[in-house]
């Protein structure tokens, strides 16, 4: 098999397994159908993107048509970054706003209007062996790396804030979303970097590497194909959001310490809140529950939520997160500790002190006492 067939074959394969994975994205149930819509869309304007590898056009009218279904490519990082606001906040909706993303590929369409699609005039084979040194071909490379770039940070930044107000605001210890799009977005980069080298050896006159650089990046594109469908199938329900209205900490600081009285008074009160938050959580055990939110445990304390997560987080300096799995380490030595509650195992005490994944429950125990939770009752 030449390097042609090898290329054709596996991008055929890469397009059957994007559109199978969109099909699942776009049927299996869930809450968050706008988040599997968006990534099913991805898949689907990828799957039109990698059948170039294996569609050959004939006359050049049919030229056009596959010139004009390669920008396609441009839908891919905003349909990415889309998806990605709708995973994390569990309140987005797209606005006629999020328009404003067509942008690059109405632009360059409209840049290949004079010299690419309506040079009707030069034959197929003339117009392919200048192909590549069209202004217009240079012009959409750039963009493209640009457009890569923005979104890739705008990713990023997005992870950042989403991970900073999870930990500032819910108490499940599951950081499952996070880590998942943290991967996704890394996993793009790499292999955005390898076609960006692919694409440099198009005009270095090597043109046997390039078709084996072209087999690497489809073969690459198949393997994560492969991996978001063994993600989706294990995983269907995907992730937990949090509400975009929530602020950070060091968003609402600035006015709530606006408001507050002289100095002495503003202590007293700042001691006080913390002596009834601490005396709260050891009475009443709130922590118990796995999916404990600052929004609940502010009702029931009665602190409006904004001052508790400014005492928590700041005050106390402290992350949300961090402040209710201390608590539960600390119920969960105790228990540990005690020869009557020798028969519970290690699983049946972490759901009890309100984990819900051994993991989690290690990772967070070993964090306080350096030492695994079997080590711990083995020292007691």
Known sequence: MDKLSLLQGIGKISVFVSLLLAFFLLTVKTENKLANRLFAWFFIFSAVDLSGFFIDAVTRTGLNWEIFKSTACLFEMPLFYLFVLAVCYSDFRLQWKHL????????????????IYLNLDTDKDTFLSTFNKLPEIYFIQIL???????????VFLILKKYREIYLENYANPSTATYKWLFQITCVFLTAHSIVALKNVLRYSGFR???????????SIALFITCWFIMKALNHPELFR??????????????????????TNVQNDLINNQISTLKQYMAEKEPFLDPSLTI???????????????????????QHFFDFVNEYRIQKAMNILKDESKNQLTVLEILYEVGFNSKSSFNTSFKKYTNLTPTAYRNAS
Do not use: C
């Not at 046997?208 to 990046?217: D, G, I, R, S, Y």
């Not at 929004?295 to 300096?317: G, T, W, Y």
């Open 241 to 262: 959001g949090v509400n975009s209205k929530l602020k950070l900490t060091k968003e609402i600081l600035p006015e709530v310490e606006d408001k507050s009285a002289s």
């Open 100 to 115: 404003i993303h067509l942008l690059p590929f109405v632009v360059v369409n409209l840049v290949f209007i004079p010299g």
């Open 295 to 317: 929004q609940e445990l502010a009702n029931q304390i009665e602190i409006p939520v904004r001052d508790l997560s400014v005492l928590i987080n700041h005050k106390m300096d």
């Open 208 to 218: 046997e590497v390039f078709l084996w650089a072209n087999v690497l990046v489809g």
């Open 144 to 154: 493209i790396e640009f457009q890569y770039a923005f979104y890739i940070v705008s």
